[in-house]
C-alpha cells in the first residue's frame, strides 16, 4: 500500500496490513498490539447468526422484529416478493421525485426550489448528515432541523431568509409522533403561515404508513410521502428514503451509494479475508470484549466530519445494552467519540500518547482528494495531512497505544456505501460475540418515557401556579411538590420552576 513501516518489523506490517483491491480499502492491524481472542466456534457462530438474519430471521427478539437494512441495497435478498417490490418501487419513486425537483418540474408558486430543509433526529438525520456533509449539495442550499432547540430552529430559519417561498421540506420520523421532528415541523409551519405560505405544496413525510405523521400528510395532500419499515432501525436507515431522499435531491449518485454498500455486503459474508470480521474482532482484542477501551474515530479528511456522530449512535445504541441475550447482567457497550485530523492534534491528541491508557484510535485515511490539488499550496497542503496522519499514529505506536487504520482511495459515493456497511456488519458481529441485542434500544425508549413523565409534571406544575396566582420561583419548590403530591420529584420541581422563572 506504500506505506512505511510501522514500529516493529516490517513483516509484522504486511502480515496485519489488508488491502481489498476490488473495493479499493485498506485495514491496518498492524499497530493494534492486542490478541485475537475469538476461536474460529465464535467466528462460525457470527457469521450464521448473520446469514440467518439476513434470510429474514427474527435478530431483534425484544421487538419481535427482522431486521433488514442490508436488503435495502439488495432487494433479491428480501425473504418476500412485496418486500423485494416496495425496496425497488421506493428507490424508483425517490429517483424520480429528485429528478422532478432538480429540473424545475416539480416547485412552487415562487418557482423551482433553492433549499432543502431536513426535519429530523437520530437516525432520521445522521446518516443523511453524514452523506451531505462528505458529498457537498449539487445547487441547492442545505439545511437540517435535528434538535428541539428554539435557538436553533432561528439560526436556521435566518439562514434560509428569503428562499422560504422556494424551501422544500422533508420531514422524517419513523413513528410520526417523535417530539424534536414534530416541534420542528410546528416551528417552520408557523413561519410560513406568517409569511402566507402553504405547507402542503413543499412539504414531503418519510414515515412509516399509518403513522400520525401519514396520515396528515395524506389527508393535506403533501407533495409526497415515503415509506419506512418497522424491520430497518433507525441507525440502520441511510440506505432507505431516510438517507437516499435527500441525497438524491441534492445530486448525489445514489445508485453508486447503494453499490458500494452491497460491494462490501459480499464480501462481508464470507470466512476469510472479510474486512468486517477483522473490524469486529480487532474491537474485541482491543476492548477484551466487555468495552474497556473507547473508540476515538480520527478521519484525516473533512468530508468525513459527520463519521464520529454518526458512528456513534450505530455503535453506541447498537452495542450498549445492560442485558445480554439470555438475560444475564452485563453492561455492554463501546464507547465512540472523535473529531477530524489534523484538527485533533491539537486537542486531544496530547492525552491519547501520554495519559490514560484507555483507548484505541480508528484512524480514516483518505489517499486522494476531492478537489483537484492544481496549485503549490494545494499541493503542499496535502502531503502535510498525509504527512500529519502518519506522524500522529507513530507518535502514538511509540508509546504503546493501539491504532487501526481504514484506508479509501478517494471519498465518493461509492466509498461511502463501503464505509457505511463495513460499520454495520462489523458491529453486527460484535455484537454476536459479546451475545447482545445489537438491534433494540431500550435504554432511549426509558429515556422517552421520563422526558415525557418530566413534561406531564410542568403541565401540572403550570396549572397549580395558575389557580394559586403564584409566580415560579425555585424557592417555593418544597410547597409546589407537597401541594401536587410529587415530593419524591421535589428536584424536578425546582428546575421545572427554575425554567419558567426565565421564561420571557
Request: glycine share 10%; proline share 4%.
Amino acid at each position: 500500500m506504500g506505506h512505511d513501516c510501522a514500529v516493529g518489523n516490517w513483516e509484522h506490517f504486511q502480515k496485519n496490513c489488508h488491502w481489498f483491491e476490488e473495493l479499493e480499502i485498506g485495514l491496518d492491524f498492524s499497530k493494534l498490539n492486542r490478541p485475537n481472542k475469538i476461536t474460529k466456534d465464535r467466528v462460525r457462530m457470527a457469521l450464521d447468526a448473520v446469514k440467518a438474519l439476513e434470510q429474514g430471521a427474527i435478530a431483534n427478539g425484544t421487538e419481535g422484529r427482522r431486521v433488514g437494512h442490508y436488503w435495502l441495497r439488495a432487494p433479491e435478498l428480501a425473504p418476500e416478493e412485496n418486500m423485494r417490490r416496495e425496496i425497488v418501487e421506493t428507490r424508483e419513486k425517490v429517483e424520480s421525485f429528485a429528478a422532478a425537483v432538480r429540473s424545475g418540474a416539480i416547485g412552487t408558486a415562487a418557482g423551482p426550489f433553492t433549499d432543502l430543509l431536513c426535519i429530523g433526529i437520530g437516525g432520521s438525520a445522521l446518516g443523511s448528515q453524514l452523506l451531505l456533509g462528505a458529498l457537498p449539495p449539487n445547487g441547492m442550499g442545505l439545511h437540517f432541523l435535528d434538535n428541539t432547540d428554539p435557538d436553533g430552529f432561528a439560526r436556521i430559519f435566518r439562514a434560509i431568509g428569503e428562499n422560504l417561498s422556494r424551501t422544500l421540506l422533508v420531514v422524517t420520523s419513523k413513528s410520526g409522533s417523535t417530539p424534536e421532528p414534530r416541534n420542528g415541523l410546528a416551528a417552520f409551519e408557523e413561519l410560513l403561515r406568517s409569511k402566507n405560505l402553504p405547507l402542503a405544496e413543499r412539504a414531503v413525510a418519510v414515515t412509516c404508513a399509518g403513522s400520525a405523521l401519514d396520515r396528515r400528510a395524506e389527508k393535506e395532500s403533501w407533495m409526497a410521502r415515503f415509506p419506512m419499515w418497522d424491520w430497518v432501525g433507525g441507525r440502520t436507515s441511510v440506505c432507505s428514503a431516510v438517507g437516499l431522499l435527500p441525497a438524491a435531491l441534492c445530486g448525489i449518485d445514489i445508485g453508486a451509494f447503494l453499490s458500494g454498500a452491497a460491494a462490501m455486503d459480499r464480501l462481508t459474508r464470507r470466512p476469510e479475508n472479510n474486512p468486517a470480521l477483522e473490524l469486529a474482532i480487532g474491537w474485541y482484542g482491543a476492548t477484551e470484549g466487555r468495552g474497556a477501551a473507547d473508540m476515538v474515530v480520527l478521519p484525516y479528511c473533512d468530508a468525513l466530519r459527520g463519521l464520529s456522530p454518526y458512528l456513534q449512535q450505530l455503535t453506541m445504541e447498537s452495542l450498549g445494552k445492560r442485558l445480554s441475550r439470555k438475560g444475564e447482567t452485563v453492561h455492554q457497550g463501546l464507547t465512540v467519540y472523535g473529531n477530524r485530523g489534523s484538527t485533533d492534534q491539537h486537542s486531544y491528541v496530547q492525552q491519547l500518547r501520554d495519559g490514560l491508557k484507555n483507548f484505541f484510535v480508528t484512524f480514516v485515511e483518505v489517499l486522494r482528494g476531492q478537489e483537484l490539488r492544481a496549485t503549490a499550496a494545494q499541493k503542499s497542503a496535502g502531503e502535510y495531512l498525509e504527512g500529519f496522519f502518519l506522524g500522529t499514529r507513530e507518535a502514538l505506536a511509540a508509546e504503546g497505544r493501539p491504532s487501526i487504520t481504514i484506508t479509501l482511495r478517494q471519498v465518493d459515493a461509492s466509498s461511502l456505501g463501503l464505509l457505511v456497511a463495513l460499520f454495520e456488519r462489523a458491529v453486527g458481529f460484535y455484537g454476536e460475540f459479546i451475545d447482545v441485542n445489537a438491534y433494540d434500544q431500550p435504554g432511549v425508549e426509558a429515556g422517552k418515557r421520563a422526558a415525557d413523565r418530566s413534561l406531564r409534571l410542568l403541565r401540572d406544575i403550570e396549572k397549580f401556579l395558575e389557580r394559586a396566582g403564584m409566580g415560579p420561583d425555585g424557592k417555593n419548590a418544597s410547597a409546589v411538590a407537597a401541594a401536587l403530591g410529587r415530593t419524591e420529584e421535589m428536584e424536578m420541581v425546582f428546575k421545572w420552576l427554575e425554567f419558567l422563572r426565565a421564561q420571557p
